[in-house]
């Protein structure tokens, strides 16, 4: 079964910062800290803080500990996710991926096709994460189209490396 992001209560990360916050995730300086970590990461870079406070109204922030298996192969899938703090390990049925670390995004291809899971990612480190459920991804990109060209870049970028590794594997050390 997938991780349930909704299950994630607080983990231990020590955020002075977010020391007031209320259960609710609702106080002034909750929402001062989302968009804290909303404006360290490179997939949002050149947002307004307009642009930035909706990020965070069609998101959550949620912990979860080293080990977590965050997504499972052939699982359905209903999130994307976006790497705030913290380091996961990619399996895909071609082995091991690179990991993926602040900054980088997983969980978009369930969300654009409808199909389960590609890979199986696990947290490496204790993680913090920016989930964006269905309901509000499509919703978040028809707002910010800007996130579809990066998306899609590192999508590109993805399937480029996937390729190149295949090649490597089926010709040996030095791929033609
Ligand atoms: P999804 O299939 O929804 O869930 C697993 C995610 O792993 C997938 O979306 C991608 O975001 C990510 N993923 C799949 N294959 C790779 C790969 N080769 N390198 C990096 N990330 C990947």
């Known amino acids: 079964m997938e991780f349930d992001p ?15 916050r209320a259960p609710a995730g609702a106080t002034p300086s909750s929402r001062d800290a989302r968009l804290r970590h909303l404006q360290r990461v490179p997939l ?10 909706r990020v965070a109204e069609l998101s959550r922030i949620v912990e979860a500990p080293a080990g977590t298996l965050v997504t499972q192969i052939g699982e359905p899938g209903d999130s994307f996710f976006v790497i705030i703090d913290g380091t996961v390990a990619v399996r ?64 590109s970028r993805r399937v480029r490396h996937l390729e190149q590794t295949i090649n490597a594997m089926l010709h040996g050390a030095n791929p033609t």
Do not use: Y
């Not at 909704?6 to 007031?20: G, K, Q, V, Y």
């Not at 670390?101 to 947290?123: C, K, N, Q, V």
């Open 92 to 155: 895909t049925p071609v082995g091991a991926g690179s990991e993926l670390r602040p900054g980088d995004f997983f969980g978009e291809m369930s969300l654009l096709d409808g199909e389960p899971r590609s890979a199986t990612i696990a947290a490496v480190t204790d993680l913090r994460l920016l989930i964006v459920d269905r309901s509000h991804f499509w919703r978040l990109l028809d707002e910010a189209p800007d996130l579809i060209k990066r998306i899609l870049t590192i999508l």
């Open 44 to 53: 949002f870079s050149g947002f307004t803080e307009g642009e930035l406070r």
């Open 6 to 20: 909704r299950s994630i209560d607080r983990l231990p990360f020590h955020d002075p910062d977010e020391a007031a």
